[in-house]
């Protein structure tokens, strides 16, 4: 739990989180790739207090398309679009560090920063699908070297993003000196994956460096947030779980030197929320109905919960099982530990479940107060620091995310009534990162 | 020349192209990183009609940045930043073949087109600097592999942007189809330098593609722009260079089943202007003179003109040698050959020389008549479809050119009042290229 109150994300994809927002006859179908929907979507968020919109991505055109519309503009590009029109929103792109190059990447995100003046970060997935790998003339490595490769890749963009140290731009019009090169480093990096030379071309960030952002789902995805990540946000479905995985999550990061507390855990949260608990219901079912019918219900509960088809033998109303949630059969790396657990926890029913989970997240449908709670309970346990929210329907449910909920707890007194500061580093309460190169050439001295 | 009258391109590079324009108190230094300031250059150039912006680059710091800014913000997303402050300029970012992947590289050139509305380019350079291949763990191919990389590129580029047929974005909430999956088709590409699957998860642009834009400076740059290009930008330094050259490159465009006449010319100038010639000659010196000091004038103009130290051995004033225009010496691929040819035609001296070249372009100091006469003539002689204006101070000469040439350029009715599409291909007279898969589909009904 910070100390400053909640913090939260919202996760920004296509229409929303559920495959029939776009449905939804005021958000015309062509949003998906118009700046001007997502700019709405920003300043919701501005207007929100959160510390950050988060996009996911995958290179790819998935098969989804069919049904509803998929990522599709690259996301430096949309968040730098939408940084220009934002003064204190912070833009955490997904890339991904398996068909990336490190000189090209860390100078993307970095002029983010800049264009942002300091509001930028970077989301790391080392993405495991083929369909992505074939866009790349590659095949997708074993997870354990995509996590090895995407740790050298994420420690040398830090090194790329430390190169210009403090004082190395003069700007001297007297002088000519424009900057002392001197003080702008090359990385240098040989490593197993890599070899980057450098400098980058791009001064040292405003806020230091680039947020680094990470799901922190299978177990060396949990290794690599504690390691390397600062946010993170993955699957939590049950406030014991996600307590038990922030301590985990420190534990290693105390391990290895690092302070565990200042790491923000911003699990995703998909909130159904209307003024009172008839009208969220309402609400849900209104987006549930879109979906096209399946053949059975437990068919549907099956393709909803990603189980195995015909696993429920259309019993729909027993406890679940927990070890039918398999990683084989879930497309989600961290769903099927925090699904099996969530079961045995609460021996909810498929039916039950599905009213609580939506797309491998948790699900919370209530009324003002009720979604309140939840957050608050989540909070004060020191489960959390927060949420990524991930609204169905992205405008509709961030507005009233926004309009509803956000009031209610800055009343509570656990939610800021203004931001703290103009970069993503000071909103999310995380410290400016020392520059090693300075530290390098004090010792010198 | 087009029967559209005169098109103009910006370079747009840190403080302008004259390494002394950061000097200007009115520009900080820190502008080289700041939106703000590229946003103005942005409005400027769409009051002056411009067609596009081009943003060359590099991805390398060079060693230049002791003394001035160089290239920093990664171009894709700076042009993204200043589509969604304008309405009818282009952006024509600088993306190297040699170090960029196809598929990310085509997905973020597709997403500023999207993000313009239709005003998106590619600056298609194959980077021969190892400083810059040693930021991606490579060696510098050799020329003409580096030219049949980037042929294999663009080619997989125009098929991934054409990957969307017209139609297949479907987005009826009625029947719940977002898309018709058999009008989205892969590049199933599989080439000397790249295997890549596709399609892209970006729809076509409303322009039907970005444009594409080279130098066309070496001998097998000249091919590719002949074969690729839409717009051709390469240093010509006098009126019957430019004509041969074009001639050139259309024939070879022939030769190739191109409509050469679907090429646009538009060779860099350099225009120092002011209401009147004695003003303008002052406003060169006064740039000039901030130069740091050489040790003679004969070192000064040997820097100047990228000629072998001691070359002129102290003398100024004599008709230079064209064939000390080595391509061994100097640090750009069509200048050379221009050069050695404009030395012959003029017998210019060191110091003549060097008042009508900069930085390896043609260099025109003069009242606002001279400038506009330079430009009507190489224009009414078919040598060119206009220019790609090099501002030696970005902001200020740019502004001079906008404020005086334009509307002298107008009076003369020889360029136009207004826009005349929304999408840079309509500005430029470019028609929208046919979709080969749509064509496909068509033959086979």
Known sequence: MSDDGLHFLVNVTGAGYHRAAWLDPDVPPGSFIDVGYYQGVAETAERGLFDALLLPDIPQQNAGIATGPTQSLEP????????????????????????????????????????????????????????????FGQEVLPREDRYRRAAEFVDLANRLWDGWEDGALVGDQQSGEFADPAKIHPAAHHGEFFDVEGPLNVPRSPQGRPVIVQAGASDPGIRFAATHAEVVYGAQLSLPGAAEFAREVRAIAAAHGRDGDQIRFLPALVPVVAPTEQEAAERWE?????????????????????????????????????????HSQIPHEGFPRAAARFAAETGYSAREFARHIAGGHRLVIGSTQQVADHIEEWWRAGAVDGFTIAPPALAHDLQSFVDLVVPELQRRGIYRDRYPGRTLRANLGLPVPANPFAALVDTAK
């Open 286 to 326: 209104h987006l549930q109905s879109r979906l096209p019918p399946g053949p059975t219900e437990a068919a549907r509960l099956e393709a909803a919960l990603w189980l195995a088809p015909g696993i429920l033998g259309g019993d729909v109303d027993s406890p679940l099982a927990p070890e039918i949630f398999t």
């Open 76 to 135: 430096t590009l949309l968040c730098t679009a939408l940084a220009v029109t934002t003064e204190r929103v912070g833009f955490i792109p997904t890339l991904s560090t398996s068909f990336n190059r490190p000189y090209n990447l860390a100078r993307r995100v970095l002029s983010l920063d800049h264009a942002s003046n300091g509001r930028g970060g970077w989301n790391v997935v080392t993405t495991a699908a083929p369909g992505a790998a074939a866009n």
